[in-house]
């Protein structure tokens, strides 16, 4: 009987820290928000715009919004998302990701720092099925060319890069290596989210989610609009 109600304690205690750390529905909608703020930001900036022939050609997103945390320089946090396209064509619902150590920008003593990720290959994003990728290691990653570059913006990036970046931070060469740290899928806010218990391999390549919360809804229709 003690060994019962030990149990039971136990599990009402692990339950209890669970729901205590379990994301904010208000953090996550805001967290959604202002990636899509971001590449609206980035597609409505001349100097920031990623040119239509690479977005034509995306598999897939990767939008991220890192800043200086803690009160240790160099302790860097993020979360992001990242949207996949379908082999019909279709774009999937932004599934959250955590991202670290995305530190472009940070090391010149920025406080934060929004990142897109134009995916062009298929296998990449499949990578975040097994947890995290490290961008520059798991994936080669270049600078990408922005549209106000007109003078290369017709132009391939050098060699085998799966993953063009691009960051508010100006001061980078198109077509140079970069490494951008790490991402990694956030089942407990996808979960928390879409009210689902599926995790990133259904969100992404499955039809499981019937009600798109609204402002994933916006972001989808937006890239959608800005990748035809």
């Not at 202002?34 to 980035?42: G, H, L, P, Q, V």
């Not at 690479?54 to 320089?73: E, S």
């Not at 996808?190 to 391999?201: G, I, V």
Request: proline share 4%; net charge positive; hydrophobic share 45%.
């Amino acid at each position: 009987m003690k060994k019962l109600l030990s149990l039971v304690l136990g599990l009402a205690l692990v339950a209890t820290a669970a729901a205590q750390n379990a994301p904010k529905a208000s953090t996550l909608v805001t967290q959604m928000e202002s990636c899509e703020a971001i590449i609206r930001e980035f597609q409505g900036n001349s100097k920031l715009a990623i040119p239509e022939r690479v977005l034509r050609d995306a598999k897939a997103i990767i939008i991220i919004n890192q800043f200086q945390a803690g009160f240790f320089l160099g302790v860097k946090d993020g979360y992001g998302v990242v949207l996949v396209r379908r082999p019909n064509g279709k774009w999937s619902v932004p599934a959250f990701l955590k991202a670290g150590d995305i530190s472009l920008g940070l090391q010149f003593g920025g406080r934060a720092i929004n990142t897109v990720m134009v995916v062009m290959d298929e296998e990449t994003p499949r990578r975040l099925f097994k947890g995290r990728v490290n961008f520059g290691t798991d994936a080669k990653v270049v600078a990408g060319i922005r549209k106000a570059e007109t003078e290369m913006v017709n132009q391939p990036l050098p060699g085998n890069a799966n993953v063009y970046v691009y960051t508010s931070q100006e001061g980078l060469m198109a077509g140079v290596a970069v490494k951008t740290g790490y991402v990694s899928p956030d089942d407990r806010a996808n979960q928390a989210y879409y009210s689902t218990r599926h995790k990133l391999p259904e969100l992404l390549y499955s039809d499981w989610v019937t009600n798109v919360p609204t402002e994933a809804k916006y972001l989808m229709d937006y890239v959608a609009e800005i990748t035809r």
